[in-house]
């Protein structure tokens, strides 16, 4: 199956260049290229695709307004934002937008390329040391929860025991197998918890549950 991907990046020679290294890949197609974050909502509705490589910092519509835009269409595309360094406070704001992860502009092409895959398969693209570092840095750019104590009482007091146990694990970047292996149990019953945890939070992939997981306080940084 091919996956279809958009490149999103005011930046001609990015464009250019994520282009021919995802196209030179026989499972990926590039569909097509924006050079703003209102051309790339509007190509997404045209084009659907699988995959948004999306730059934060574009003119008209940054990247954190279009990826917000695009998870509100209700459509299946995924957002992969695209930065210059890890530590860029814009990228915790990406996250919170409905991005399922980040990858820096010097990845090699089998980081691109795999990085494109992961996305697509519905994974988070969030290494555990990469989750955390993110995490702890900008958790303190938020003075309060986002979610009311009220919220939160009702929203993860309907997941289990184990479900929560899940939920945590994923927050600190946890694979299903490695949280499989911690919780002694098939990886198969772990992507069946996941699974309901997503349902039952109303969210969209493991990325989201993980910032959930922390504004919560279900997790506490560092």
Same mark, same amino acid.
Do not use: C, W
């Given at each position: 199956?091919?996956?279809?991907?958009l490149?999103a990046?005011d930046?001609m020679m990015?464009?250019?260049g994520?282009?021919?290294?995802l196209g030179?890949?026989p499972d990926i197609? +590039?569909v097509g290229?924006?050079?703003?974050? &209102?051309?790339?909502v509007?190509r997404v509705?045209?084009?659907a695709? $699988?995959?948004?490589? /999306? $730059?934060?910092? /574009?003119p008209?519509?940054?990247?954190? =307004?279009?990826t917000?835009?695009i998870?509100?269409s209700?459509?299946d595309?995924?957002?992969?934002?695209l930065?210059t360094?890890?530590l860029?406070?814009?990228v915790y704001?990406?996250?919170r937008?409905?991005?399922?992860g980040?990858?820096?502009k010097?990845?090699s092409?089998?980081q691109l390329?795999d990085?494109?895959r992961?996305?697509?398969?519905?994974?988070?693209?969030?290494a555990?040391?990469?989750t955390? &570092?993110?995490i702890?840095?900008?958790?303190r750019?938020a003075e309060?929860p986002r979610?009311?104590?009220? +919220?939160q009482?009702q929203?993860?007091?309907?997941?289990?025991? &184990? =479900?929560?146990?899940?939920?945590?694990?994923?927050?600190?970047?946890?694979?299903?197998?490695?949280?499989?292996?911690?919780?002694?149990v098939?990886?198969?019953?772990i992507?069946t918890?996941?699974?309901?945890v997503?349902?039952?939070?109303?969210?969209r992939? &493991?990325?989201?549950?993980? +910032?959930?997981?922390?504004e919560a306080r279900? +997790?506490t940084p560092?």
């Open positions: 199956m091919t996956i279809r991907v490149i990046d930046q990015v464009r250019e994520f282009s021919v290294l030179a890949m197609e +590039v290229e924006a050079v703003n974050g &209102r051309e790339a509007q509705r045209e084009l695709p $699988d995959v948004v490589l /999306m $730059d934060i910092r /574009m008209e519509l940054n990247g954190i =307004e279009a917000r835009e998870v509100a209700d459509g595309s995924k957002v992969l934002v930065t360094f890890d860029d406070e814009y704001q990406a996250l937008a409905g991005a399922s980040f990858l820096l010097d990845a092409a089998r390329a990085g494109v992961v996305v697509a398969s519905g994974e988070a693209l969030l555990p040391t990469v955390r &570092r993110l702890t840095e900008f958790s750019l309060t979610l009311s104590a009220a +919220v009482a929203q993860y007091g309907e997941l289990t025991e &184990r =479900e929560t146990e899940v939920l945590v694990l994923i927050a600190q970047g946890l694979s299903n197998a490695e949280i499989a292996s911690r919780l002694v098939a990886e198969s019953t992507k918890h996941v699974s309901r997503l349902v039952k939070l109303g969210l992939d &493991r990325t989201q549950a993980a +910032v959930f997981a922390y279900l +997790v560092g």
